[in-house]
């Protein structure tokens, strides 16, 4: 090769320094921006993936929820059919009676009448309740089931005001009675629900 003269070396190198100035100005003016959009559209992408997937969930839970208030409707229907209605006295003197079974051996003589009322402790309640004072007798053990087993039979149904004294009577057994005064406290469902 032949030597090149120093005015088409210095062109030479000028041409290689422009070229290399222009592919430096394409990667930085087209090639990056483009890098720099690609990187936010796949963000986006993640971000609105991400969106989606709580989407889903939310679905699958709202089906979940749906179910579970399918089921507690259909729960609250059926104490609802148990609940006290009509004549209140009947009702709970009869329901006290049947569940009041001789393996307890609670004796329950004195049913006051039914007070019905507001509950007063919600504001918009869809029940009123009843309360109704019963006084009797029993040996503390025996009681003592009869109230538990009352409360989680009746789910709608409470013992207030609890009042338990020494038995009174001539023999021993009945002293080691005691006598009890309760009001029972029962929901009523409302005429206007």
């Known amino acids: 090769m032949s030597k090149l003269s120093k005015e088409k ?18 990667w930085f003016g087209l090639i990056s921006l ?15 993936q991400q969106e989606i997937s ?41 329901s006290m009676r ?5 393996s307890y051996k609670v004796d329950m003589p004195q049913f006051g009448p039914p007070m019905v009322g507001k509950v007063g402790m919600f504001g918009a309640f869809p ?15 025996d009681f003592g089931k009869f109230l538990a087993e009352l409360e989680n039979h009746f789910p709608y149904l409470r013992v207030q005001s609890l009042t338990l004294e020494p038995g009174f009577g001539t023999s021993a057994e009945e002293h080691e009675k ?7 406290v029962t929901l009523v469902k409302s005429s206007d629900s």
């Open 9 to 26: 070396r210095t062109q030479l190198i000028l041409v290689g320094l422009v070229t290399c100035a222009i592919i430096a100005g394409l």
């Open 54 to 94: 709580k989407m889903q969930k939310v679905s699958v839970e709202a089906d979940q929820v749906a179910d579970a208030l399918k089921d507690a409707t259909n729960h609250l229907n059926m104490i609802e059919n148990t609940m006290p209605s009509g004549d209140l006295f009947s009702w709970i003197v009869s």
């Open 34 to 48: 483009e890098k720099d959009k690609i990187a936010e559209i796949k963000r986006k992408s993640d971000s609105v």
């Open 178 to 184: 005691l006598t009890f005064r309760m009001d029972l």
């Open 98 to 102: 049947q569940f009041n079974v001789p």
């Open 127 to 141: 029940y009123k309740e009843a309360r109704v004072v019963v006084s009797g007798s029993a040996y503390y053990y």
